[in-house]
């Protein structure tokens, strides 16, 4: 089993907006399993980086979508050859915002076009490779848990955003239930993973990081200044509940 980062993910916010980078990742193993797809906004690099890793999206068996929050699902299109994962609830309540809105029965009809499965906690894509239940951001979230030679490694997608989620217990943003959201946490510290990959950040330990990203932002070059960009400077806010 080979697991790769294909898009990094990111936190990003800014005065005019979320930047929405989910991370990408592919778990390499009986079957090719990508992660989360990301949206139009990294479809290029989505496609680029999968190139630079010699695979086409055709080769892809299952892609698995922790949820269906807009940053995480809308290239699923590229995918036609895929079976696509994703939670009984989710494919249910979910939604492209995090709230209702007008927009997701229309991908919901989209994605019944195609070779769409619902899962439960515990459901496997491969021997090695299985389902868990972590509801709470959203209705039907789901992670992964990939065992390699008695390693365990989890990818999270929102259950555990940044290592900042984990570490209080919470993710930054509970849209289903932050009861919930807070037990998916916890349930995922108690499989004791060597290694989180999540859905927002460099993959990390109980220690902390074991990678850095670097993203650069590019809003103007050459000699315009009218934007100013700000590293460093905005302070975390408090979770956001929706639907307490
Ligand atoms: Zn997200």
């Not at 995480?72 to 989710?90: M, P, T």
């Not at 993959?203 to 934007?227: A, K, M, S, W």
Request: hydrophobic content about 40%; overall charge negative.
């Amino acid at each position: 089993m080979k697991i790769s980062r294909i898009l990094k993910g990111a936190g990003i916010r800014s005065s005019y907006g979320t930047m929405g980078a989910a991370g990408v990742v592919l778990v390499d193993d009986t079957k090719k399993i990508l992660v989360d797809v990301g949206h139009f906004g990294n479809r290029d690099a989505l496609l680029r980086e999968m190139g630079k890793s010699q695979i086409s999206p055709d080769q892809i068996d299952v892609v698995v979508l922790t949820h269906i929050n807009w940053d995480h699902c809308l290239n699923v299109d590229l995918f036609q050859n895929a079976q696509i994962i994703l939670g009984e609830n989710e494919l249910d309540r979910g939604t492209l915002s995090g709230i209702p809105d007008g927009l997701s029965p229309a991908f919901k009809e989209y994605l019944s076009t195609l070779k769409v499965k619902t899962v439960k906690d515990g459901y496997s894509i491969t021997p090695n490779v299985s389902v868990i239940d972590t509801p709470g951001h959203t209705p039907g979230h789901i992670a992964l848990s990939a065992v390699n030679n008695g390693f365990l490694t989890i990818l999270t997608g929102d259950a555990v955003p940044n290592l900042r989620a984990y570490r209080r217990g919470v993710p930054d943003l509970a849209f289903h239930s932050e009861a919930l959201a807070r037990q998916s946490v916890s349930k995922i510290k108690g499989m004791k993973p060597g290694m989180i990959i999540p859905g927002h950040d460099a993959p990390f330990t109980d220690d902390g990081y074991t990678e850095i990203d670097n993203v650069d932002i590019i809003l103007r070059e050459e000699q315009e200044v009218n934007t100013v960009i700000s590293v460093g400077k905005v302070t975390s806010d408090r979770p956001v509940v929706f639907h307490a």
